[in-house]
Structure formats: structure tokens, C-alpha cells
């Protein structure tokens, strides 16, 4: 690889070696003075003036001139001279920095005769620093002031790229891996017209080697670069001739750390084969999978590079995971409250390798006031192509709005999550005794029922599951019954979910508030609402959906009750200003409402401000609304623990 070119006529260096050294900056000498420092050629120049009060006991430190540094045995030593820097960022803090004068100016061990080497040495110095950052034309002057040493420069035009050229050989140029060269040239850092710097120069020539061997060039390398500046046009010519080598494939994968659960759920989660051309891409997918998958509390998934340096004529990468295992049996304790259900508590208990083969359940109990849930739900490890099996059972009864509901379901579905996307498939069959509340002696029974076969397709992507600061989930949701299959009534059902919060930050990039958007909107197609189980249907109202209005208060009217409609919209908008990293101030409108058809959809709106706090036992909403159709304020409150 060429580390330097040079070209008369006005044609200067390729950034090599030489720049490289001057953009990390110079090492200072390791012996008190520099080899030459004492060369009877150079004139010592004086050391610089200090006043009489700097010269004082105690007093001495406010009188000194300004900074002080720190020697070896934690003394401080004050600057030995003056040394003032008139260039542009970054070239002036690499200046102070990295030069002999900018070193030597703290150092306990600097003698003045030292001085005018730093002076004498200066010159090449920043030009080497210039030059790193886009500077080949710069006008330098280094010249002494009273007490010290001036550096004074202007930079002159910043070199650009003129034009690249990648020489990419090797197996690499046939058609097969057409896309993949498309890619890197694509994604090469350095492109026409950006200024040229010595570091973005190397860090684009090791971008491009990460692209390649990310694509399956694992032994891909640079066997030739060079960069040609010139001086007079301010313009840099780059060429890049890369060996690509052959492509290489995944081998075997070598599993550490497992005791509690057998191999075949790791290699069930494995989103390629032996064999398979490597990508490196799968591999960040298998980590995905392995860290979502519960066993395991920490993964590392990565290539076995070594094995590539032991023997040259391999083909196939393996592939290293170290996992650390998580308990495989535990319980759960938990409770919250909140002003729609009051007090919660949960209760449930977990075993994640029943038989010793992987297979996990979850059971448990939730109780509110309006709720009281059972549940137990059974999964099998996810096979070679990401999916799992669910199944399971629930018993429910609660009472909401005078709407009396005593429900069970068992279900079966397939699931499968791919990065932050996840979709499942299902089959639920679902029965119901509905009590609705007509007055004080008159209770009507309806009973429900279907057999339901549903696709939920949801994506998300927050920056953190407990308290986001950033992102968005979208889901969405198609199912139906027939009535000919073991329902009451046909009918097909559609809901979508938008979720999303935006940061805002000042010109500084410090983040100072941020905008939470929400909607919802859903429509079940059916000759009538009568015989389909409510969990099909749609209410609304109270802390998570339209404030202002109680639980599930926002439906249909029947009787003294509220039920579920066929149609629902949701939209909220909030702005929530940080006061604190934990605490922020909101302000929110929300605007929906369901209803048993599209004419009847009426929303109504609940608009008023509150306060967030990210507490040690979880975030705590407190908001006061307005709901404008009932001209009324109410309080919502909710915080929740896991212990």
C-alpha cells in the first residue's frame, strides 16, 4: 500500500502515512529534552516574564498568569509561556494539543532552552496538522511575543474530492455479487465533493472493507490506495484496488455457556444454515432472536475470525455463541394503580424449559377492580425458520359501564418475530355470557360466541420498552367468523394502531421536550353487533385512550350499560416539556369515540395537562381533563411496580 505520492508542478502528497501520524497528533519525546534541543547552532530564547506577585507564597497561584497543570507527583505547574493560536477548529485545538509548543507548555520538565526548537519545528508541525484536516495552500507564520510564542494562520481553499475510483477484483467482479458491489460503492464515506481529511480518508477505506467482509469477503483486503491532491485547484483524486478473495459460507455453530437448556434452542433460532453464504446480517438477526427469546440474559453471537487466520484455506466461518443463562423457574409479584381500575395486582409464575426441551409456560392471575383474569399460556422453541407455537387458555369476568362479562378462550397460534417486526397467526375459539344491566331488577343474559381465525402484524421500535424517549410501533389486525363454523354470527374485524413519539431538541442538539402522537381506528363488518363476543368489539375512554372519560365509558348505549360497538377512531396528540431528565410538564388533546356504525361515530374530545415522572418503580401519568361533551373535569392517575 502507498503510504505518500508526490508530483511536481503543483501536485502534492497523497494522505499515507505522513498525514495519518499528523492527524492522531504527535507524541511528546520521552526523555526531559529533545535529542537536539541542546544544539550550539540554536539561540536560547528567554523564558517568559513572570510578574513579581506570581512569584509570592499563597498568593502566588491568583497572580500567574492564568492555567495550571499538573505534574507527576500531582503539584500543579503553571504554563511556562504564552502561546496564542489564531487558526480555524480543529486545527487550533490540535495545535495546543499536539505541537512541541502546545505540549512542552505544562510539562514540569521543560528547560527554556528548549524553546526554539519548538519554534524552529512549528512550521512543519501545523502544516502536517493542516493538511490532515483539508489544508495543502495554508499561510503559517510562527512568531515570538513577549512572554511566549504566537501561531498565526490562514488555511487558504479546503480540499474536496474531485473524484473516486474503486478497483474492486477478485470474485467480487462477477455478476453473482453485482448487488453487493452496488452496495459498497453506494455506501463508500468519502464521496465527490466532501472535504478531504486524513481520517475520513482511512475510516473510508476501513468502511468499505467492513461492507465487503460484512457481505461474505471475509478475506477481502486493500492491495493498493492512493489519494492525489492538488494544490492549485484544492481538489483530491482517491483510487482504491481492492482483493476481494473468494466468498465465504457459515460452518458449524460452538455454543458456550449452556447447563440449564439443551442446544437445539439456540440452534432452533438460527437464521441461516451450514453452508449458507455468509451475511452479516443473519448474524445480527440471530442475536436478535436469541435475546428475545427468554432463555438467556445476555448473548454474544460473532464469526470466528481465528479460525479464518489458523487455517487460510477454509470456506466455512464458524460461528461463536456465548450465552448466559437465565433461572428457568420464576415468580412474579406485581401491582399497580390507577384511576380506571384502581388497585392491580398480578401474580404469575414462569418455567422456561418444562421436559428439558426448551418449551416454556406462563401462568398467572390479574385482579382489579373491574377485571379478574386467569391465564396459561404454552410455547414451543422457535425453529430454524423463526417461527414458534403458542397455545393456551384464559378465564375472565368483569364488570365495565354495567356490562357484565363472564368469558373464556383457549387458542393456538403461530408466531414468528424477525428484527423489531413481529407477526402471529391464530386460531381462538371464544365464549361468552354477557349481562347487561337495564334497571334495577332487569338483567338481560346474551350469550356469544366464535370461532375466530386472526393475523396481527406489529412493528416496534423504541428506544426503550419501560420509559421511551423516541420511536414508534405500528400494528395491525384482520380477523373473522363464520357463522357457519362454530360462531353465532359472521363477521370480519380490522384494526390498525399508530404509536410514535418525536424528541425535539435546541440549535445545541440538547433535547428539551417531545411530541407523542396516537391514533387508532377500527371497523367490524357484521349484518349486527348481537352474538359476537365483545373482545371483537370496540369502547374507549379513560387513561389510555380519550381523557377526560371514564373506563370504557365511550360506546354503545344499552340499557343502563355501555357495550362494545363496530367502529372505532382515536386520535391524541401531546407535548411534553422536560423539566428534568425524569420529570416533564404535558399538554394533550385526544378526539375519538366507538359506535355501532359509521354514521353514529361521533367523537368527542378531552383535552388538559399533566405530569410525567420516570420513578424507581416505573413511570406515574398524573393528567387533569376536560371531556367537552360531558362539561366535566376528571382526574386520571396511573403508576406501576414490578417487584
Do not use: C
Not at 515 to 525: F, M
Not at 554 to 559: H, N
Request: glycine share 12%; aromatic share 10%; hydrophobic share 40%.
Amino acid at each position: 500500500m502507498r503510504s505518500a505520492r508526490h508530483r511536481p508542478g503543483g501536485r502534492g502528497h497523497d494522505v499515507g502515512a505522513l498525514l495519518i501520524a499528523a492527524g492522531l497528533g504527535w507524541s511528546a519525546p520521552s526523555s526531559a529534552q529533545p535529542a537536539d534541543a541542546t544544539d550550539p547552532s540554536e539561540s536560547a530564547a528567554p523564558a517568559p516574564e513572570r510578574g513579581f506577585l506570581s512569584t509570592l507564597p499563597f498568593v502566588g497561584k491568583w497572580f500567574g498568569g492564568g492555567e495550571e497543570a499538573a505534574s507527576k507527583d500531582g503539584s500543579k505547574v503553571a504554563p511556562h509561556y504564552v502561546l496564542e493560536v489564531e487558526a480555524p477548529e480543529p486545527v487550533a485545538r490540535q495545535i495546543r494539543e499536539f505541537t512541541l509548543l502546545g505540549r512542552w507548555r505544562r510539562r514540569p520538565d521543560y528547560d527554556p532552552s528548549q524553546l526554539p526548537l519548538f519554534i524552529r519545528r512549528a512550521d512543519q508541525e501545523v502544516r502536517e496538522l493542516l493538511a490532515a484536516e483539508g489544508w495543502f495552500s495554508p499561510t503559517v507564520r510562527v512568531e515570538p511575543i513577549r512572554g511566549g510564542v504566537r501561531v498565526a494562520v490562514e488555511a487558504g481553499p479546503r480540499t474536496r474530492v474531485d473524484g473516486v475510483t474503486l478497483q474492486l477484483d477478485g470474485e467480487l467482479g462477477g455478476d453473482a455479487h453485482a448487488v453487493l458491489r452496488e452496495r459498497v460503492e453506494r455506501e463508500w464515506l468519502l464521496p465527490g465533493g466532501a472535504v478531504f481529511r486524513s481520517a475520513e480518508w482511512e475510516r473510508a477505506k476501513r468502511g468499505l472493507l467492513a461492507g465487503l467482509r460484512d457481505g461474505g469477503f471475509l478475506r477481502a483486503r486493500i492491495e493498493d490506495s492512493e489519494a492525489i491532491v492538488e494544490r492549485d485547484r484544492a481538489r483530491a483524486s482517491l483510487r482504491v484496488d481492492v482483493d476481494s478473495g473468494p466468498p465465504l459460507y457459515f460452518g458449524a455453530l460452538d455454543v458456550g455457556g449452556l447447563q440449564r437448556y439443551p442446544q437445539d434452542v439456540v440452534e432452533g433460532l438460527a437464521t441461516f444454515r451450514r453452508g449458507d453464504p455468509y451475511d452479516a446480517r443473519r448474524i445480527t438477526e440471530f442475536q436478535s432472536r436469541l435475546n428475545g427469546a427468554g432463555w438467556f440474559t445476555s448473548v454474544n453471537v460473532r464469526p470466528d475470525m481465528l479460525a479464518l487466520e489458523r487455517d487460510p484455506e477454509i470456506v466455512e466461518v464458524p460461528v461463536r455463541i456465548d450465552v448466559v443463562e437465565r433461572e428457568s423457574k420464576r415468580w412474579t409479584l406485581g401491582g399497580g394503580y390507577d384511576t380506571d381500575r384502581g388497585v392491580n395486582l398480578l401474580a404469575a409464575w414462569e418455567h422456561r424449559n418444562v421436559g428439558g426441551i426448551g418449551v416454556q409456560t406462563f401462568n398467572g392471575v390479574e385482579v382489579d377492580v373491574e377485571r379478574q383474569v386467569a391465564y396459561s399460556t404454552w410455547e414451543t422453541p422457535q425453529d430454524t425458520g423463526g417461527w414458534r407455537w403458542q397455545f393456551g387458555a384464559r378465564a375472565e369476568h368483569r364488570d365495565i359501564q354495567n356490562d357484565l362479562v363472564d368469558a373464556g378462550s383457549v387458542f393456538a397460534s403461530r408466531n414468528r418475530r424477525r428484527g423489531d417486526i413481529e407477526t402471529s397467526l391464530s386460531l381462538q375459539y371464544q365464549a361468552e355470557r354477557q349481562n347487561v344491566v337495564f334497571g334495577p331488577d332487569d338483567e338481560r343474559l346474551y350469550e356469544n360466541r366464535a370461532l375466530v381465525l386472526g393475523y396481527t402484524w406489529t412493528q416496534r421500535r423504541l428506544d426503550s420498552p419501560i420509559f421511551p424517549s423516541e420511536g414508534y410501533i405500528v400494528s395491525g389486525q384482520l380477523s373473522g367468523a363464520s357463522a357457519s363454523v362454530g360462531s353465532a354470527r359472521s363477521f370480519v374485524r380490522a384494526y390498525g394502531l399508530g404509536y410514535g413519539i418525536v424528541p425535539l431538541a435546541n440549535a445545541g442538539g440538547e433535547t428539551f421536550g417531545r411530541i407523542v402522537l396516537r391514533g387508532e381506528l377500527g371497523a367490524v363488518v357484521a349484518d349486527a353487533r348481537d352474538g359476537i363476543p365483545s373482545a371483537n368489539l370496540f369502547r374507549t375512554g379513560g387513561t389510555k385512550s380519550v381523557r377526560g372519560y371514564g373506563s370504557q365509558s365511550l360506546g354503545v348505549p344499552l340499557g343502563q350499560a355501555t357495550v362494545g360497538g363496530r367502529f372505532l377512531m382515536v386520535t391524541s396528540a401531546e407535548y411534553q416539556h422536560l423539566v428534568t431528565r425524569d420529570v416533564a410538564l404535558a399538554v394533550f388533546y385526544d378526539w375519538g369515540n366507538a359506535a355501532d356504525t359509521r354514521r353514529g361515530l361521533e367523537p368527542v374530545a378531552g383535552y388538559g395537562a399533566g405530569v410525567r415522572w420516570r420513578t424507581p418503580v416505573g413511570p406515574l401519568n398524573l393528567d387533569l381533563a376536560w371531556g367537552e361533551a360531558i362539561r366535566d373535569w376528571r382526574l386520571h392517575f396511573s403508576i406501576g411496580v414490578v417487584f
